[in-house]
């Protein structure tokens, strides 16, 4: 079992950055792969990006350039640096984990709502 928080989400003006973060807890081994999943209003659930244990890091179209997704494994926590945030990038962040490896390969296959375990959620709001 892995438990997963999220912290650092805020409001933001266009062009600001923000970081997320995410402390999992839990066994090791459950999180091999790790990743961010972002759900505005109206909207399916849609991966941000997504890492493997040793790497490596994948990223959605809409957010490369942008965001830096990076994990430390000694504290068990995972980063998401957002810089150039635009309007639409307003949505709930969360934080998900999945002991299996191949991280962006489970989600092209199976969908954004397939990794195991999730976090409650960190709101990100960017205003123009």
């Known amino acids: 079992q892995v438990h997963l928080v999220e912290s650092g989400g805020g409001s933001v003006q266009t062009g600001g950055s923000l970081r997320i973060s995410c402390v999992a807890s839990?066994?090791?081994?459950?999180?091999?792969?790790m990743g961010w999943f972002r759900q505005a209003p109206g909207r399916e659930r849609e991966v941000v990006a997504t890492i493997n244990r040793d790497g490596p890091t994948d990223y959605a179209d809409s957010v490369k350039g942008r965001f830096t997704l990076s994990r430390d494994n000694a504290k068990n926590t995972l980063y998401l640096q957002m810089n150039s945030l635009k309007p639409e990038d307003t949505a709930m962040y969360y934080c998900?984990?999945?002991?299996?490896?191949?991280?962006?390969?489970?989600?092209?296959?199976?969908?954004?709502?397939?990794?195991?375990?999730w976090g409650q959620g960190s709101q990100v709001t960017v205003s123009s």
């Open positions: 839990g066994y090791s081994h459950s999180n091999n792969c």
């Open positions: 998900a984990a999945d002991p299996r490896s191949g991280c962006m390969t489970i989600v092209q296959a199976l969908g954004a709502y397939e990794f195991k375990y």
